[in-house]
């Protein structure tokens, strides 16, 4: 690579990690010590969750299923569910636009959400 070349690819770099840095936003953390419980989730799913994503998991015209190996544990991790509900999420798989903040719920809620979202999964199949 000519220099000129290599010295505006490093600059490009330099601002485009700056910019990504300026977003970082912190994952809500769980209270410590708490044990998410699948149980406490549904009825959490079913109240905050579940007019999108669907009772059954399952989506619905307005958001995705959560029963989709795009939302294996190891692609979309229990944190981003976290900053999902705390920050909204941009549509990025699917074409339902973007996922707005869920007010009201706290990082707590989330924890026992997707504890209930994991068992459904591992029911499905999905792990």
């Known amino acids: 690579m000519r220099r000129p070349a290599r010295i505006a690819t490093l ?7 700056a910019g990504a840095s300026a977003q970082k936003w912190e994952v809500p953390e769980p209270s410590r010590g708490l044990m998410p419980n ?3 989730g549904k ?3 079913e109240n905050n969750c579940a007019s999108c994503h669907g009772v059954d998991l399952s989506g619905t015209d307005k958001g995705p299923t959560f029963l989709n190996r795009i939302y ?4 979309h991790g229990d944190a981003a569910f976290q900053m999902a509900a705390k920050n909204g999420a941009r549509a990025h798989h699917w ?10 719920v706290t ?3 989330v924890a026992h959400i997707t504890a209930y979202v994991r068992m459904q999964q591992r029911k499905a199949g999905i792990q």
């Open 11 to 17: 600059c490009l770099l330099a601002v485009l990690s």
């Open 38 to 40: 699948p149980n406490l």
């Open 43 to 45: 009825p959490l799913f």
């Open 72 to 75: 294996v544990p190891s692609h």
């Open 95 to 104: 074409n339902f636009g973007d996922m707005p903040p869920v007010p009201g």
């Open 107 to 109: 990082p707590d809620d």
